[in-house]
């Protein structure tokens, strides 16, 4: 059975910064897609970041770039999301996606929730201000 298992969030103030982990299991993600979702209360789920496959090109949403980094380690399936400078409206529980097709021929596809397969039940992260 393929998990995905987020942590790492929690409660923070305004500036911080938090480090979100996501462990894989039943399944190797190593070389393939990977990416970050966050859905706020009352909100659809919106992109944050994703990574390729090798880990050479990430991806990231104008509201997050420059604060957060995406980075992955295939040897040991995990996924992260580096937070810094975190403010109220990063408020959201967060989750971990993966798919299982071997790149998406379109950069565009990356952004897609409904492109990944796999998903984490979510980190909740709350930031104060």
């Known amino acids: 059975q393929v998990q995905l298992v987020e942590s790492g969030g929690g409660l923070v103030q305004a500036g911080e910064s938090l480090t979100l982990s996501c462990a894989a299991s039943g399944r190797s993600f190593s070389g393939l897609p990977m990416g970050w979702f966050r859905q706020a209360p009352g909100k659809e789920r919106e992109f944050v970041a994703a990574?390729?496959?090798?880990?050479?090109?990430?991806y990231y949403a104008d509201s997050v770039k420059g604060r957060f980094t995406i980075s992955r380690d295939n040897a040991k399936n995990t996924l992260s999301l580096q937070m810094n400078s975190l403010k109220p409206e990063d408020t959201a529980v967060y989750h971990c996606?993966?798919?299982?097709?071997?790149?998406?021929?379109?950069?565009?596809?990356?952004?897609?929730?409904?492109?990944?397969?796999?998903w984490g039940q979510g980190t909740q992260v709350t930031v104060s201000s």
């Open positions: 990574i390729a496959g090798n880990g050479a090109v990430s």
């Open positions: 996606a993966a798919t299982w097709k071997d790149y998406f021929p379109d950069s565009r596809l990356y952004y897609a929730p409904n492109e990944y397969n796999y």
